[in-house]
C-alpha cells in the first residue's frame, strides 16, 4: 500500500513564525503536491514538484515555498505565518511521469496560526 | 477556465439505499477522472478511476459512469452503509501535463 505520512497532525503557530510541514512518501513516486482544504472552497493547489529539486506553482502560491531535496519528501515552508493561513493542509503523491495520474493522499496537518 | 463541480453539496440517504453523487466537469479534453472519498480528520482515499476510452466502471459496491457527450461523471454506492458518511470529490486531468482539478465536494450522510 502506498503510505503518505505527514510530520503533524495538529500544529499551531503565532503570527510571523516560519513554518515547516514536512511530507514522506514511500512507493517511489515521482510527483509530489500541497494543497490547502478550505470549507466551501475544496482542494486548492499550492505547488507541486515533478522531480527532485524542481518546483511549480499552482493556483495560489503566494505565501508559500517548497523543497524536494530527496525524492521521498517534500516539504512546505511558510515564510511568516499568518492568520488566513490557518487551514488543513494535505501533501500527496502520484507515480509517472505526468501529474495526472492517481494521487495518493497523508492524513493532513490542521494548522492553526494566532 | 476550468473547473469541476458537483451538482449537490449535500445528500443524505437511508442505509441500504443505493446513493448516486453526481459531478459537471468543463473540460472536454480530460482524459482521466477519480473519485476520492474524505472522512472526517482524514486526507481524501482513492475509491475508483476511469479512462475516457470507458463509460462505466465498477468495483467493489461502487460504479462510476460517464458521459462524455454532456461531461458529466456519477458515483453510484449500492446497500449505502454508516461507514459510507463522508464527502466526495471527483477530479479531473487538466490540459496536458498538469495537475488534476477537484471539485468542490459533495457531503453524503447515511442515517440508519
Known amino acids: 500500500d502506498v503510505k503518505v505520512t505527514q510530520s503533524s497532525r495538529y500544529l499551531v503557530k503565532r503570527t510571523g513564525e516560519k513554518v515547516f510541514l514536512e511530507c514522506v512518501q514511500d512507493m517511489d513516486h515521482e510527483n509530489m503536491f500541497w494543497y490547502r482544504q478550505d470549507p466551501g472552497l475544496g482542494l486548492r493547489l499550492i505547488y507541486f514538484?515533478?522531480?527532485?529539486?524542481?518546483?511549480e506553482k499552482g493556483d495560489i502560491p503566494e505565501g508559500y515555498s517548497v523543497s524536494r531535496e530527496k525524492k521521498e519528501r517534500f516539504s512546505l515552508i511558510l515564510e511568516s505565518a499568518s492568520t488566513n493561513q490557518t487551514s488543513m493542509y494535505l501533501c500527496?503523491?502520484?507515480?509517472?511521469?505526468?501529474?495526472?495520474?492517481?494521487?495518493?493522499f497523508g492524513p493532513g496537518t490542521r494548522l492553526t496560526v494566532l | 477556465g476550468e473547473s469541476v463541480g458537483l451538482h449537490l453539496p449535500t445528500l443524505s440517504v437511508q442505509e441500504g439505499d443505493n446513493s448516486i453523487i453526481n459531478c459537471a466537469y468543463s473540460n472536454s479534453a480530460s482524459d482521466y477522472f477519480i473519485w476520492y472519498k474524505q472522512e472526517s480528520g482524514k486526507g481524501p482515499q482513492f475509491i475508483i478511476d476511469?479512462?475516457?476510452?470507458?463509460d462505466k466502471r465498477q468495483g467493489q459496491r461502487v460504479t462510476v459512469l460517464l458521459n462524455k457527450t454532456v461531461k458529466h461523471l456519477s458515483l453510484q454506492i449500492a446497500a449505502t452503509q454508516p461507514g459510507d458518511s463522508a464527502v466526495y470529490f471527483c477530479a479531473e486531468t487538466g490540459q496536458a501535463g498538469t495537475a488534476l482539478i477537484f471539485g468542490k465536494g459533495t457531503t453524503l450522510s447515511v442515517s440508519s
Open positions: 500527496a503523491s502520484s507515480p509517472g511521469t505526468r501529474g495526472t495520474d492517481t494521487q495518493y
Open positions: 476511469i479512462r475516457s476510452n470507458m
Open positions: 514538484s515533478y522531480d527532485v529539486k524542481m518546483k
